[in-house]
């Protein structure tokens, strides 16, 4: 049955639209086997992706069974899911699946990041997504697209390549969801690093105490059933063509610390902190931590797209230009149900931001980026990621053949009305009637 499943998803293809020609591919991972408590951490090298020269138009992924069927929250927490694009030199052998980020210091690989200010390999993915993965739009709108596969691009000797990393927790029967899925160390017994490194002083959760394989607290005398689960990705495109603008990629991070030396500024992106309890509660009877760090805009650019990633206890996340004008704000849905996509308790998805009137930020401008949690409670190894698409150019349609072509059939409408008011008024001489023509639009 799941070879079935898989030969069904590995290639299909959807035309939605004569004109424009969107494709759809449907890909499984590899499977991942989990239990209760059980973590995965896995990096997926060389996956299913679409070749050629083409535009992405939107990225989509959950965590289904073996029968396709979507596995909700509270089973597996999806913590998240991340996609990075690479070279590969051709004819160079190298594990399809590992525990671990095996490309640095390789001459085998290039990595090939987002146009990001995150240094370190800190946050250099194309796309990437985690609870919220099911409610959360990412389409690209027309005619923007994220470029791939452009021959000139690719390095000699070298072909690009796509990475996946999945990071899963299953909370089947644990003692604690909310602390399995945040990564509290005392729950998984951890007190080193996966690399043998001792937990930093003070380090009480996050990412260095549930990675791959490690297995969080369940309730005592359980024995869980072990089910093989994949994370199943939806990808649209287009094949480029010249009338496209292309968009670049942003990933800004709240715990960005930069720091200037010699002229040169370095961008420390740590991708988790913390939320200490408050000590009161504040006079709208709320507690709300609020995080905040100055980035500098490197490239000028239009905002097609923004979306925040956040946690549990999230409660929303802005990114404002030097004038403190909103860029883009990102409110977290929270589910009210059990079912996949509705699970209560755990953010199901984020509001976007696709701007209706051209959004620009200035090279150089420094913009605020907030993250706002809830502190009714204490929360670790949680995240203030903020994703931006951007254009060098906004779409402004041109006087062209097609836009002859619409001008010439508006006057012909606007003739044949105007022929007709004519008839109706010799005839029976009443009041004109108010047009209702409606103005195209290119």
């Known amino acids: 049955m799941i070879e079935d499943l898989r030969a069904r998803l590995s290639h299909a293809y959807l035309w939605n639209d004569d004109q424009t020609q969107v494709k759809t591919s449907v890909y499984l991972s590899k499977a991942f ?136 927790i299953d909370t089947r029967d644990v003692v604690d969801k909310l602390g399995c899925t945040e990564c509290r160390c005392d729950l998984y017994n951890i007190t080193k690093d996966k690399s043998g490194r001792p937990l930093r002083p003070g380090y009480v959760g996050g990412l260095r105490c549930c990675y791959d394989e490690t297995q969080c607290r369940v309730k005592e005398g359980v024995v869980g059933e072990s089910r093989a689960l994949y994370l199943r990705y939806t990808i649209k495109w287009v094949e480029w063509k010249d009338d496209m603008l292309p968009v670049r990629i942003y990933i800004f991070d709240v715990t960005d610390t930069p720091q200037s030396s010699g002229g040169s500024i370095t961008h420390y992106c740590r991708v988790e902190y913390d939320v200490e309890q408050c000590a009161s509660v504040m006079a709208n009877g709320r507690c709300i931590d609020s995080k905040t760090t100055s980035l500098v805009m490197p490239r000028a650019g239009y905002v097609v797209y923004g979306v925040a990633h956040q946690h549990s206890g999230g409660t929303g996340s802005t990114l404002y230009g030097e004038d403190r004008r909103v860029i883009c704000s990102s409110i977290p849905k929270y589910g009210t149900g059990e079912e996949a996509g509705n699970e209560r308790g755990f953010i199901v998805g984020m509001s976007t931001c696709y701007p209706q009137s051209s959004s620009y930020i200035s090279e150089g401008e420094t913009m605020l980026l907030e993250s706002n949690y809830s502190s009714a409670q204490d929360h670790t190894g949680v995240m203030g990621l903020f994703y931006m698409m951007i254009a060098d150019e906004v779409y402004k349609p041109e006087l062209g053949s097609s836009a002859t072509s619409i001008s010439f059939s508006a006057v012909l409408i606007i003739l044949g009305v105007a022929v007709a008011a004519a008839v109706v008024l010799g005839y029976q001489r009443r009041a004109r009637s108010r047009d209702q023509y409606q103005p195209m639009l290119i």
Not at 55 to 70: H, I, M, R, T
Not at 94 to 104: A, R
């Open 33 to 168: 086997v989990m239990k209760p408590g059980s973590v995965v951490d896995r990096y997926y090298y060389d996956i299913n992706f679409p070749k050629g020269h083409v535009a992405l138009k939107s990225f989509n992924a959950e965590v289904v069974d073996g029968a396709g069927v979507p596995v909700p929250l509270h089973e597996t927490y999806l913590h998240h899911w991340v996609v990075a694009r690479y070279y590969q030199r051709i004819g160079a052998q190298v594990s399809d699946v590992s525990s671990t980020y095996d490309v640095d210091n390789n001459l085998d690989f290039k990595i090939v990041r987002n146009s990001g200010i995150c240094q370190n390999d800190s946050v250099g993915q194309y796309f990437g997504l985690g609870s919220e993965t099911r409610g959360t739009a990412t389409h690209v709108p027309d005619p923007y697209g994220i470029e791939i596969g452009k021959p000139e691009d690719v390095p000699a000797g070298f072909e690009e390549k796509w990475m996946l990393n999945v990071h899963a």
